[in-house]
């Protein structure tokens, strides 16, 4: 079946505007993450889903950044007021609760701020 | 915090070498470890790993955890240059939320 899936696979704004990254998981999948990875390191985790609910947001970097999930499928990652240090790949990954371990991910959002 | 060290950073190797690849971790709690190869920007899954001393295997990929001694590693054999990409070591410490920690990663270079 289809995986998950992103759009924009790339995004160029500027310093201070407002954008939104999609994340369409695997159809099934209960669980959705979003993890941000910089350049030469390995993602890192922002928010956990499971159904409608952010279970936990605890990675998420500070208030510019908020993201839901209204039907339990596709989510929105938005980021407020974009800073040049907000450019990075943000990945969404998806799994089957209760077997969680897995996660599948997207192929990402490149986010560039100028 | 949790902690998870891949080695080395970078490998160069020819086609038909064989390489390991190294991953440490601290972490609170233990659920299972997981292998990834990232080529572009998905990261495509490998392994999970939850017992010791199990070996996975995959074709020319291998891979085995130690518990005691907190690690894992992931062996390539007879390497191709569809190989090159960067393997992430990852652990899920469990808790309520069940997110990925992650090394930084190896970037494997094969050259024909």
């Known amino acids: 079946g289809a995986g998950v899936s992103q759009t924009p696979s790339n995004k160029v704004t500027e310093k201070g505007k407002y954008v939104e990254l999609r994340c369409d998981p695997i159809?099934?999948?209960?669980?959705l993450y979003w993890y941000r990875q910089s350049l030469g390191q390995g993602p890192e985790f922002l928010i956990y889903?499971?159904?409608?609910?952010?279970?936990?947001d605890s990675g998420l970097p500070n208030d510019r950044f908020f993201a839901v999930r209204p039907e339990g499928s596709v989510s929105t990652l938005k980021i407020q007021r974009t800073e040049r240090g907000d450019s990075a790949v943000y990945l969404c990954?998806?799994?089957?609760?209760?077997?969680?371990?897995?996660?599948?991910f997207g192929p990402g959002t490149r986010l560039t701020v100028l | 915090e949790d902690k998870v060290v891949q080695s080395p950073l970078s490998l160069v190797v020819h086609e038909g070498d064989t390489v390991t690849l190294n991953c440490s971790y601290e972490?609170?709690?233990?659920?299972?470890l997981l292998w990834y190869k990232q080529e572009k920007k998905a990261p495509t899954f490998l392994f999970m790993l939850?017992?010791?001393?199990i070996e996975k295997k995959s074709g020319r990929l291998s891979s085995i955890l130690d518990k005691k001694e907190l690690f894992s590693i992931l062996n390539i054999t007879a390497t191709q240059t569809g190989d090159s990409a960067i393997y992430l070591c990852?652990?899920?410490?469990?808790?309520?939320?069940?997110?990925?920690?992650f090394g930084k990663g190896t970037l494997l270079t094969v050259n024909p």
């Open positions: 972490v609170t709690n233990f659920r299972s």
């Open positions: 990954a998806s799994s089957y609760y209760p077997n969680t371990d897995t996660q599948y």
């Open positions: 939850t017992s010791s001393g």
């Open positions: 159809s099934g999948h209960t669980a």
């Open positions: 990852a652990v899920n410490s469990g808790g309520s939320n069940y997110k990925l920690t």
């Open positions: 889903f499971q159904g409608t609910g952010a279970a936990d």
